[in-house]
Each structure stands twice: as structure tokens, then as C-alpha cells.
T-cell receptor, first 118, second 110 residues
Framework: DTGVSQDPRHKITKRGQNVTFRCDPI?????LYWYRQTLGQGPEFLTY????????KSRLLSDRFSAERPKGSFSTLEIQRTEQGDSAMYLC????????????????FGAGSRLTVL | AQSVSQHNHHVILSEAASLELGCNYS??????LFWYVQYPGQHLQLLLK??????LVKGIKGFEAEFIKSKFSFNLRKPSVQWSDTAEYFC????????FGAGTRLTVKP
């Protein structure tokens, strides 16, 4: 296993277009997280899944953002009608474990997908 | 929901100087605490973590952090920094989902 993979690494799009990012987590990890990171800021939590269940989505930035993990393996993050303010690095991470007190709740991050909206 | 505060935005040190980066969180329940590092052009990597037990935890590259529950703090320390420690450092709290601080940029001058 080569870690968390994200595709594409860089996407340039025009304002108003839809974009989709894909994340392939470490195969044995049941949790998958999406974050957004802008320059000079920490990762901003968006949503996360445990297997195929989306456990938290209230932090998604607007109703233009949606995420899926249909079979509990890879996940997609879609942004509809992109705006220039959506330009950022979108990070995916995965972990194993369930409860809060879990020695396995360590996130492994992918390299990210950079979005540029013109 | 929990939040994480990192008070130092940018720290500049000379090699061999000692380092302490502050991190405070707001959450009343049980938490897991982390420091992640992002070297220039690289993705986030785990530096160290605290789950339970000894509140002084040691990580990679000579870093350590101390969990002080009464102060809701998890400060990162290193006795003697190197030029190669130049990076962005992020404190994170996991109480169900992982939340990160805004980060501290460390520049070490040779």
C-alpha cells in the first residue's frame, strides 16, 4: 500500500464549473476525512466518513460542496458552481479505529488536490 | 465543538536555540492530541501524539510535548533546533473528528 492517494493533484477551472476530487485511503483504514487548506492556514475540517457513513457534514462550506464514500473505500468531494474563493488545497486523510480513546486514531494525509478557480 | 489555538504565527530562531510552540484547545471531554509538521513542498506528517498515560510525550527528531490538562495545553518543545526544522507546525485535537490550529511557521536561521 502506497498511502493515501489523491487525484488530480492540480485542477484549474473556470468560475461556475463543477469539479470532483477523488481520494483513495489506505486500504485497511475505515475512517476518511476531507479538509481544506488555504495559504498560511491550518487544515479546515470539512467532513468525515466511517466506512460508508458520513458522520459529520455540517462543516461543509456550503450546499455546493458534497462528499460521498459509496462503498466505504474511495471517496469523492464535489464542488458545484465553483467560485474564486474555493481556490485552495483539498486534503484527504484516513485512519483506523472508532472510539475517541483509540491508539489507531492517527491521520495519514495525502499530498492534496490543489484547486485554482479562474 | 472543539477548537485549537496556536498563539505564535511565525517564529524565527537561530540554530541551537530552544523552541517552544504554544497550543491550547477548548474541549471539556477526553481528547487525543497531536502535533503535525509540514516541511516545504511536502504533505502533513505526524510529529507526535498523546492519547493517555505520561503527559510528556516524545516524538521524532528530538521533539517533545507536554499535556497539561488543567491548562488545556499541549505545547511543543525542542531543546536545540536545526536548520532542517524549518517548517509549518500544526497542533490538532481529536474528540471525534480532528481539528487543527492555524499553524506556526518556524524559520531556523543557519
Amino acid at each position: 500500500d502506497t498511502g493515501v492517494s489523491q487525484d488530480p493533484r492540480h485542477k484549474i477551472t473556470k468560475r461556475g464549473q463543477n469539479v470532483t476530487f477523488r481520494c483513495d485511503p489506505i486500504s485497511e483504514h475505515n475512517r476518511l476525512y476531507w479538509y481544506r487548506q488555504t495559504l498560511g492556514q491550518g487544515p479546515e475540517f470539512l467532513t468525515y466518513f466511517q466506512n460508508e457513513a458520513q458522520l459529520e457534514k455540517s462543516r461543509l462550506l456550503s450546499d455546493r460542496f458534497s462528499a460521498e464514500r459509496p462503498k466505504g473505500s474511495f471517496s469523492t468531494l464535489e464542488i458545484q458552481r465553483t467560485e474564486q474563493g474555493d481556490s485552495a488545497m483539498y486534503l484527504c486523510a484516513s485512519s483506523s479505529g472508532t472510539g475517541v480513546i483509540s491508539g489507531a486514531n492517527v491521520l495519514t494525509f495525502g499530498a492534496g488536490s490543489r484547486l485554482t478557480v479562474l | 465543538a472543539q477548537s485549537v489555538s496556536q498563539h505564535n504565527h511565525h517564529v524565527i530562531l537561530s540554530e541551537a536555540a530552544s523552541l517552544e510552540l504554544g497550543c491550547n484547545y477548548s474541549y471539556g471531554g477526553t481528547v487525543n492530541l497531536f502535533w503535525y509538521v509540514q516541511y516545504p513542498g511536502q504533505h502533513l506528517q505526524l510529529l507526535l501524539k498523546y492519547f493517555s498515560g505520561d503527559p510528556l510525550v516524545k516524538g521524532i527528531k528530538g521533539f517533545e510535548a507536554e499535556f497539561i490538562k488543567s491548562k488545556f495545553s499541549f505545547n511543543l518543545r525542542k531543546p536545540s533546533v536545526q536548520w532542517s526544522d524549518t517548517a509549518e507546525y500544526f497542533c490538532a485535537v481529536n474528540a471525534g473528528d480532528m481539528r487543527f490550529g492555524a499553524g506556526t511557521r518556524l524559520t531556523v536561521k543557519p
